[in-house]
T-cell receptor, first 113, second 114 residues
């Protein structure tokens, strides 16, 4: 059974810092990996999706990398802003076209001015 | 308008009541999912459907049932609600095409069972 772990569980940083969120998974036979953002009491918004054949994806100040062999993904946020405060979740999808994602528990990020 | 909508957004009910949560999508996706989210436990899959005639149990289906009325509609029912079903419920859709299968989430339904 796939297990997904996100470290740290919570993070508080001053505005302007570059930061890295970590996601690890136990079964490397994944189809893809997706990073989401969730604001308190709200739904999940997709940030980046990395296919298993890719190493990284970038969107604005966000960069996500994937290392299947070691079972790890990182989400890099450059020049953090208070508006980045949210919970970030990663989800890994199974192989063979049966994309049933397994979610991590998330990293709660607070960026203070 | 939102691509994935859920009704109601909030619901308070009593133990033993039957509750239905509804999900509609305008994305034209075949795949739909129901999740629940609990503090400290993350997101867990209840049921999923890859097309109108395909319904599958997820990790925690006991106490729940679903109906896929159309490609665009997927309902979740709690036959006899109990307090430990108090949670935030999310509907999601995805469209497996090529090498991508991005999930899109609704805004969630906050359910409280007293």
């Amino acid at each position: 059974k796939q297990e997904v772990t996100q470290i740290p569980a919570a993070l508080s940083v001053p505005e302007g810092e570059n930061l890295v969120l970590n996601c690890s998974f136990t079964d490397s036979a994944i189809y893809n990996l997706q990073w989401f953002r969730q604001d308190p009491g709200k739904g999940l918004t997709s940030l980046l999706l990395i296919q298993s054949s890719q190493r990284e994806q970038t969107s604005g100040r966000l960069n996500a990398s994937l290392d299947k062999s070691s079972g790890r993904s990182t989400l890099y946020i450059a020049a953090s802003q208070p508006g980045d405060s949210a919970t970030y979740l990663c989800a890994v999808g199974g192989s063979g076209g049966s994309y049933i994602p397994t979610f991590g528990r998330g990293t709660s990020l607070i960026v203070h001015p | 308008d939102a691509d994935v909508t859920q009704t109601p957004r909030n619901r308070i009910t009593k133990t033993g009541k039957r509750i239905m949560l509804e999900c509609s999508q305008t994305k034209g996706h075949d795949r739909m999912y129901w999740y629940r989210q609990d503090p400290g436990l993350g997101l867990r899959l209840i049921y999923y459907s890859f097309d109108v005639k395909d319904i599958n149990k997820g990790e925690i289906s006991d106490g729940y049932s679903v109906s896929r009325q159309a490609q665009a509609k997927f309902s979740l029912s709690l036959e006899s609600a109990i307090p430990n079903q108090t949670a935030l419920y999310f509907c999601a859709t995805s469209d497996f095409y090529g090498d991508t299968d991005t999930q899109y989430f609704g805004p969630g339904t906050r359910l409280t069972v007293l």
